[in-house]
């Protein structure tokens, strides 16, 4: 066994060099490895590469910047024109009149810890100087829309799909009730995520019943998502959104000290995006849009992508 120095995200650090997927190339929407197998790069490596590998006009236009200042801080007093041009197109862009351009490194921490400042310089603006105080949440994480894909897929199920709700939900309903078996990659997330699957009664009486955390091989059963599956099927998404499920999960999260409301999950609904397209042997196919990544990448690979309305 070899053992690098490097510490990869998400992996054990006792890992087998050997055993990593060594990535040496990338072309468009596509990579390669050290055995020359073929990988589509659907999400952008990790969403920072969206606008595809290999493109040889970026290296030039970076290589010409850095020939002539490779970068520069712009903190009081300092700036230069390539940040200003930038600020100024991002602006020229952005949905509202008069926006303000801030640049981080990149990580959503600088994000989080500017807006609080920017937060806090708001109301001393509003001359309301003690509202200083930042409300976090333990275990938070960044957003993500997975309450809403219950709404998306039946409308997306009505409109093009041949079976019906009840169909897709009978199987998974069934699986949730007499349980799966743990594959290792979910016994490894288990060990990851320990502090949040055990924070809660709730969590802990699924993930670690018995006070002992699911490891490979053992059985993880869902009994009560199997009954809403089930109520799914038979009455459809309704009861999630306007119903007494959606008023118990509002209220759930409220009382600690969450912000969805009922009104949130009343007002949810999909909206419908025109797709990007993109010419593949003759045919045209249609993917995901923005704010979706992985689509414009599949559309480059395949030579190419004509966007539609706004970036949004």
């Avoid at 070899?2 to 995200?9: C, K």
């Avoid at 493109?55 to 007093?77: D, H, K, N, V």
């Avoid at 119903?243 to 118990?248: N, R, T």
């Avoid at 397209?277 to 990448?297: K, Q």
Wanted: one cysteine or more; proline letters at 7%; charged letters at 20%.
């Amino acid at each position: 066994m070899t053992l690098s120095p490097f510490l990869h995200p998400f992996a054990p650090p006792a890992k087998d060099e050997a055993d990593f997927v060594k990535i040496v190339r990338g072309e468009g929407a596509v990579v390669w490895d050290d055995a020359d197998n073929r990988y589509v790069d659907a999400m952008g490596s990790l969403w920072y590469c969206n606008v595809g590998h290999g493109r040889a006009e970026l290296a030039g236009a970076a290589a010409s910047q850095m020939r002539q200042l490779a970068a520069y801080q712009t903190f009081e007093p300092f700036t230069n024109a390539p940040a200003e041009a930038l600020a100024q197109r991002i602006a020229g862009i952005a949905p509202m009149d008069g926006a303000k351009v801030f640049f981080t490194p990149g990580g959503g921490s600088d994000a989080i810890d500017t807006a609080a400042k920017l937060a806090r310089a708001y109301w001393h603006a509003e001359g309301q100087d003690g509202k200083q105080i930042i409300i976090s949440r333990a275990h938070a994480y960044h957003g993500m829309n997975a309450y809403g894909t219950t709404l998306g897929l039946t409308e997306t199920l009505r409109r093009f799909g041949t079976g019906s709700l009840a169909d897709l939900t009978s199987a998974p309903a069934r699986a949730a009730r007499e349980g799966v078996r743990v594959v290792p990659m979910q016994a490894f997330l288990f060990e990851v995520l320990r502090p949040i699957l055990t924070s809660t009664p709730e969590c802990a009486a699924i993930y670690a019943p018995g006070g002992k955390l699911l490891a490979e091989g053992d059985t993880i059963r869902l009994p009560d998502l199997g009954d809403l599956l089930e109520r799914l099927g038979a009455e459809g998404p309704g009861f999630l959104y306007t119903g007494d499920v959606a008023h118990a999960v509002s209220d759930w999260v409220l009382e600690r000290g969450g912000m969805l409301s009922r009104e949130d999950l009343n007002s949810y609904e999909p909206i419908e995006r025109e797709p990007a397209r993109v010419t593949y042997h003759g045919r045209e196919v249609l993917t995901n849009p923005p704010p979706s990544s992985g689509g414009i990448l599949i559309a480059d690979d395949g030579g190419g992508f004509v966007s539609t309305s706004r970036p949004w």
